[in-house]
């Protein structure tokens, strides 16, 4: 079967490539998917197309180029293994790359697969994958409601961080220095949005808190440096959430951080979203699967909002413009969708 797929080939290199996928033999736990709909990381994705990592130079890493990118897909089942006959024809989320079809093959742990519920679009279905990354962040916080919350950094992870803990209860505070994005976090129905120095952050978080600072602080931009401002909004005993994955050397004085946190008691943790099972034969167990399936509830009745959040839904042909936008036009561009029926 003909295809076409994003490929990056190498740094700042991005192409829709045909290639052959085989769809014959399938295996009990695979599928042939018809995509509509794919979403763009900003974060993982975006990294890979900069060349962020040094395993993109190792042949045989999971990120090494040519690098078949995506991992959040929306499409109809062609055909299925023994496990997912009941699946063909209905519209499904994966963790499929941005191609036109693909062999997707679940494996309990990292490649999930769900059916989409009816009442969703197909742009809100797709971009529930980066709310999947944001909930890490909930899912890793010491249990709290009526606690103050600062999420450092407002792009499309963050401002679904920030949205989250607002759902539970939490009094929220975005910090970012775009104005148009403290804007977008408020139209989202964040009230708090901070922007200006570390000084004058600091000073407003205070302020709002009444001094006590912040019971949780996120950093959702994935860059080291963050960690010692974090740890400045945060209260004593309080606690940093790693969100953003980070990749840029930073040069620094950990002591000035260690200390910090051993003044304050302050708790690190990171919250990746993968470090959870996609799924499991135990009732209890937290899954990848049971948190798409409450993304989808939250967007369904409206508490959690996406619509503002997708800036561009976009033809695969126009992948690079994409990527480029994501990284040179972050006022404009935060939440982009591939439409593979255009």
Not at 270 to 297: I, M, N, Q, Y
Not at 313 to 320: A, D, F, G, S, T
Request: aromatic share 8%.
């Amino acid at each position: 079967m003909q295809v076409q797929q994003v490929v990056i080939t190498s740094k700042y290199e991005v192409e829709l490539q045909s290639l052959s996928i085989d769809t014959g033999d399938l295996k009990a736990n695979e599928v042939i998917v018809q995509t509509e709909r794919t979403f763009i990381s900003a974060g993982t994705e975006l990294a890979t197309y900069c060349a962020a990592d040094p395993c993109n130079y190792v042949p045989g890493s999971w990120c090494a180029f040519p690098f078949k990118a995506g991992y959040g897909n929306v499409g109809r089942v062609l055909d299925a293994g023994s496990r997912y006959r009941n699946f063909i024809g209905k519209r499904v989320f994966t963790n499929a790359p941005h191609a036109s079809a693909a062999r997707y093959e679940t494996d309990g742990r990292y490649h999930m697969l769900a059916e989409v519920p009816a009442g969703l679009t197909l742009e809100q279905a797709v971009t529930a994958r980066m709310a999947m990354v944001s909930l890490a962040s909930l899912d890793a916080s010491a249990p709290g409601y009526m606690r103050w919350v600062v999420v450092i950094g407002l792009g499309m992870v963050g401002n679904l961080a920030a949205q989250l803990f607002h759902l539970t209860g939490a009094h929220v505070i975005g910090v970012d220095p775009s104005e148009n994005r403290r804007q977008l976090a408020r139209r989202c129905g964040i009230p708090h949005t901070v922007g200006g120095t570390q000084e004058e952050i600091a000073a407003e978080v205070s302020r709002l808190t009444g001094g006590t600072m912040a019971r949780t602080v996120v950093d959702a931009v994935g860059h080291s440096s963050i960690c010692l401002q974090a740890m400045g909004l945060a209260a004593q005993g309080g606690e940093v959430i790693v969100l953003g994955s980070p990749r840029a050397d930073v040069t620094g004085n950990l002591t000035e951080v260690f200390r910090t946190a051993h003044q304050k008691w302050i708790t690190v943790k990171g919250a990746l979203e993968w470090s959870v099972p996609a799924e499991s034969h135990v009732e209890h167990d937290h899954t990848l699967g049971k948190r798409l399936a409450g993304l989808f509830a939250w967007i369904a009745d409206g508490r959690l909002k996406l619509d503002p959040l997708i800036t561009h839904v976009l033809p695969p042909q126009q992948i690079k413009q994409a990527y480029e936008g994501l990284l040179h036009d972050k006022e404009n561009y935060v939440g982009v969708v591939l439409n593979w029926e255009a």
